[in-house]
């Protein structure tokens, strides 16, 4: 599952979140840093033959923090550089910033074609 090598990957590739990353909510009493991830399609189609394409997989990663824009922008380049492994193409980096909580934040949203059967 893409959902378990994405965990994988986060936790033990940006040093700056110690570990906070979760899947799709991001906990409202956690500490920030933080990182949410979401995988946002994974469609498979079944041919006539039986064989099964797999179009790409489309993921988000939203990067919060409590500190400043530049460190929510440093985590984003730490997340970029970790995707390699997972074959990501398509890669958008998009800033946000949620007024209610007073994070800064980075949606990064990317493709991979990696095999996950």
């Known amino acids: 599952m893409i959902e378990q090598e994405l965990y994988e990957i986060l936790k033990n590739s940006i040093d700056l ?3 906070r990353v979760y899947p799709q909510i991001l906990p409202q009493s956690c500490i920030k840093p933080a990182l949410v991830y979401t995988v946002l399609s994974d ?12 179009n ?13 824009y530049l460190q929510a922008k440093e985590i984003a380049k730490e997340v970029r550089a970790s995707l390699v492994v997972l074959e990501a193409f398509n890669i958008h980096i998009v800033d946000g ?14 493709n991979t074609r990696k095999n996950y059967e």
């Open 17 to 19: 979140v110690e570990g």
């Open 43 to 54: 469609l498979q189609e079944q041919g006539i033959d039986g064989a099964i394409a797999s």
């Open 56 to 68: 790409p997989i489309r993921v988000q990663i939203d990067v919060y923090s409590t500190k400043s």
């Open 97 to 110: 910033f949620e007024e209610e909580h007073e994070l800064f934040r980075q949606i990064i949203q990317f």
